[in-house]
């Protein structure tokens, strides 16, 4: 099969021909229909620990093409389905909370050259994984609900009030997939901080109430007016960037809740006295459950959610290391989407 490998940092990556994939056991393989390029993607490739001749891509929707002699029930080949990309141990704490992402054990499908991921034509899941797309889900949408997942996921992590004001920092896929969730369980206000215009505008697009320009004007002021005069009740951290939490924490209201669900691979600060004087919770949010793929499955498929906002691009293999290093340099675009 054609696959887009990883093979140094600063290099793009470069399609080329690989050993189609065999299922094991408790796998089956999907022909890819669509897989997406995630932020996380982007910022693996600059690590320079990454190990060369992984195959990148977790976000993906697609048919069964193979089956492992293991698996049984109701899966068949044709089936039109995406998966969690996790291979969990299945007997540790987490997993028996159902927690799989959190398992110390788990490998995420593209991290590892152990489970190669879907910048392919083909691409491996486990069996237990995987999530039929109903009638009328396309394989576009099928290919979103991973990130859509992750944003409802750190939605689930707050005790949000119906009527809440809510900040969301950054409007990247999963600010806005974290937009889209935090409307749908009822907040009144969800205003996005964002510094690119163009998701300002898709912010807006998708639902939320207002945005803000942090270059141009101070959040606080500018959420308050957008509210009438409240701080917010929740801050949703999106950015992933050093300092952004100490800034969440100086911008939540009293007894306000922090979730972060942006990824920072290097120490951090905060003045610790802020957050104590207001009683503010943080809490972190990784991933996602089955639950929240079926949920956001049910979502789209009844017309609750409409993701086509977030869908900005597509693009072929071919196209995939230009579209890459694009979105590294500068990231105006949400989801860019490859068919394989």
């Not at 110390?104 to 995987?130: E, I």
């Not at 503010?280 to 789209?300: G, K, L």
Request: one cysteine or more; proline letters at 7%; charged letters at 15%.
């Amino acid at each position: 099969m054609r696959a887009a490998v990883f093979h140094a940092v600063g290099k793009p990556l470069v399609v080329e021909n690989v050993p189609d994939p065999i299922p094991a056991s408790d796998q089956v393989i999907l022909q890819v229909a669509n897989a997406g390029i995630c932020g996380s993607d982007l910022h693996m490739v600059e690590n320079p620990n990454m190990t060369p001749g992984i195959i990148l891509g977790h976000e993906f929707a697609g048919t069964i093409a193979a089956i492992g002699s293991a698996v049984t029930g109701q899966w068949k080949v044709g089936d039109r389905v995406t998966a969690l990309p996790l291979n969990a141990c299945h007997d540790c704490a987490a997993c028996d909370a159902d927690l799989l992402a959190l398992c110390p054990d788990n490998l995420f499908t593209g991290t590892t050259p152990l489970v190669q991921g879907a910048y392919a034509q083909f691409v491996g899941a486990r069996a237990n994984m995987l999530q039929r797309l109903p009638d009328g889900v396309t394989f576009e949408e099928g290919a979103m609900i991973e990130p859509l997942a992750v944003g409802h996921h750190t939605v689930s992590r707050a005790d949000m009030p119906k009527g809440a004001a809510v900040l969301v920092l950054g409007a990247g896929p999963i600010g806005i997939a974290v937009s889209i969730f935090a409307r749908h369980a009822g907040a009144r206000h969800v205003v996005v901080s964002e510094r690119s215009p163009d998701r300002r505008g898709l912010a807006l697009a998708i639902g939320a109430t207002a945005v803000i320009d942090p270059q141009a004007e101070d959040v606080a002021t500018a959420f308050a007016r957008e509210t009438g005069g409240q701080r917010p009740h929740v801050v949703f951290e999106c950015v992933g960037l050093p300092g952004i939490l100490n800034e969440a924490i100086q911008l939540v209201a009293i007894r306000g809740q922090i979730v972060v669900a942006g990824v920072i691979l290097e120490q951090d600060k905060i003045l610790p006295i802020v957050a104590l004087g207001k009683e503010v919770t943080i809490r972190y949010s990784q991933a996602y459950t089955e639950r929240d793929f079926a949920a956001v499955i049910n979502a789209v498929a009844t017309g609750a959610v409409k993701p086509g906002p977030i869908h900005t691009s597509t693009v072929s293999l071919d196209e995939l290391p230009t579209a890459f290093e694009a979105l590294r340099a500068q990231p105006r675009e949400c989801k860019v989407l490859i068919r394989p």
